[in-house]
């Protein structure tokens, strides 16, 4: 039995596989132009292969796109590329910064700065003595 592919014009919201990684590398020029653009900024920005805009537009709109477009036709990371990134530095924190058990990180083995370098500050209070003697002045009224 052979099996047919639709077309990603007549099924907007397939999702192909190349698809979706050339939707992830026009978010890579996106981070790098490091703000919200129009498509013809992203197909410009475009070094490693020739997208158009129209192609920009349609990577907005397949599942699984980490690319999204507003309503001015602006592309901005979408909600999935949101998660993802911070997923992914999530991850990286917690096994760099904080290495557990058991989980090979770069940083094991290494002391955190403050681990052996305690220091408490602290400051002694001055004592407040009730038995200090004190001149009172009163006004004679003269």
């Known amino acids: 039995m052979e099996s047919s ?65 507003t309503g001015n036709f602006f592309v901005v990371p979408s909600t999935i590329a949101t998660c993802a990134l911070g997923n992914f530095m999530a991850k990286v924190h917690s096994s760099c910064v904080w290495p557990r058990t058991g989980v090979m990180s770069p940083l094991n083995g290494l002391k955190r700065p403050w681990e052996e370098n305690v220091k408490t500050y602290s400051r002694k209070r001055k004592c407040i003595s009730l038995r200090v003697p004190t001149r009172l002045l009163f006004h004679s009224g003269k």
Do not use: H, K, N
């Open 5 to 69: 592919t639709i077309p990603l014009e007549s099924s907007p919201l397939s999702s192909d596989g190349l698809e979706v990684e050339r939707a992830w590398y026009l978010l890579t020029v996106l981070l790098r132009i490091g703000r919200p653009c129009r498509p013809e900024e992203i197909s410009a920005g475009c070094s490693l292969l020739s997208v158009p805009p129209e192609t920009v537009i349609r990577s907005c709109f397949v599942r699984d796109s980490p690319l999204s477009v």
